[in-house]
């Protein structure tokens, strides 16, 4: 048996020349396992950060919801990405044409925070949504060690996805003759803001539109009556209206717009047998949520002859694509 001396594990050819390549190219199978071959504790916390964040499954219990999941994911994630720094995981790998084109849009949207109409809500939108994106970008970017952790990451997304659609789905559902909401008792909605002033149609021309549309698609039944009340004060156009509309089964709708109003108010109350539905259009997240609320009526004896009880559950805000409600 011939000896294994170290020229001959280096890979030693017939004519005395020396393979001096390193060991894992002579033997595959002693190569070192890959950087990303299990999980640790920085992926856990930011697969945990994706599925609250960005799944949103927290909202579909009160207990996670009450723990502040992605907040606790977030800043343990973050501060283990800055102690460990070691291997794929340096900082200064995550520099690249995306996160240039990144920081650039986040100084960008910065700077317009002065000249924007409304800055209240574009320092809230650039300080607490873009500015905490673009850092946790950052983040599960430099955590990713190889093409595994990508995998994980995307199957934990789509994981949380599933959970929330299938509970959402059977929890409650807009449309249909017997949506979830139970029998409908009354929508609500005020569009109200100061202008802008039209010239050729008045207020209810201008954003009734919108409710009806609404309207429309969620009560399937025709109106009975129709009650609407204005007044004009500027430009001979009616710039107050009050929209009343009838339908059968008891349930009514009332639609306030306005012009002259000091705030800029898009809301919209759906009451029904079972849940209660709030949209306000202002909200840059969370545009829709439902609300496990009513109140039921029972028969008593006596002067307690008609009992009213309160019901006071969970609330879910089911995420909405941003797309034109009025898009053809």
């Not at 979830?180 to 005020?190: C, F, K, M, Q, V």
């Not at 710039?239 to 009332?254: E, K, L, Q, R, S």
């Not at 009513?294 to 008609?306: C, D, T």
Request: charged letters at 15%; proline letters at 5%; hydrophobic letters at 50%.
């Amino acid at each position: 048996m011939p000896v294994m001396t170290p020229a001959v594990l280096r890979g030693a050819t017939d004519s005395g020349a020396t393979d001096v390549r390193p060991w894992p190219r002579v033997f595959p199978h002693w190569q070192r396992p890959a950087p990303d071959a299990t999980w640790d504790a920085l992926l856990v916390f930011v697969a945990l950060f994706v599925a609250t964040a960005v799944g949103r499954v927290h909202q579909l219990f009160p207990v996670l919801a009450a723990a502040r999941l992605t907040l606790v994911s977030a800043v343990l994630a973050l501060g283990l990405y800055v102690v460990v720094q070691e291997g794929p995981r340096r900082i200064g790998l995550i520099a690249s044409p995306t996160t240039t084109a990144l920081l650039a849009f986040l100084c960008w949207a910065a700077a317009s925070v002065p000249g924007a109409l409304n800055q209240g809500q574009a320092f809230h939108l650039v300080a607490g949504d873009l500015a905490k994106s673009v850092l946790l970008y950052a983040v599960m970017v430099g955590c990713v060690r190889g093409t595994r952790d990508v995998q994980r990451l995307c199957l934990v997304y789509f994981a949380a996805a599933v959970t929330y659609a299938a509970v959402v789905l059977t929890r409650f559902s807009v449309g249909g003759a017997h949506w979830r909401l139970g029998d409908l008792y009354y929508y609500d909605s005020t569009r109200v803001n100061l202008g802008l002033f039209q010239h050729d149609v008045n207020v209810v021309w201008d954003l009734a539109p919108h409710d009806l549309s609404i309207m429309d698609f969620l009560i399937r039944e025709k109106p009975e009556a129709v009650l609407a009340t204005g007044e004009r004060h500027l430009n001979g156009l009616v710039d107050v209206a009050f929209i009343t509309v009838y339908f059968p089964g008891n349930t009514i709708a009332h639609i306030n717009v306005n012009w002259l109003s000091p705030v800029k108010v898009r809301t919209t109350l759906i009451g029904g047998e079972k849940k209660m539905l709030v949209w306000n259009d202002l909200e840059a997240d969370e545009k829709v949520k439902v609300y496990d609320k009513g109140v039921q009526m029972n028969n008593g004896h006596g002067v307690y002859e008609l009992l009213v009880s309160y019901r006071s559950g969970d609330m879910w805000a089911p995420r909405v694509d941003q797309v034109e409600a009025l898009k053809v």
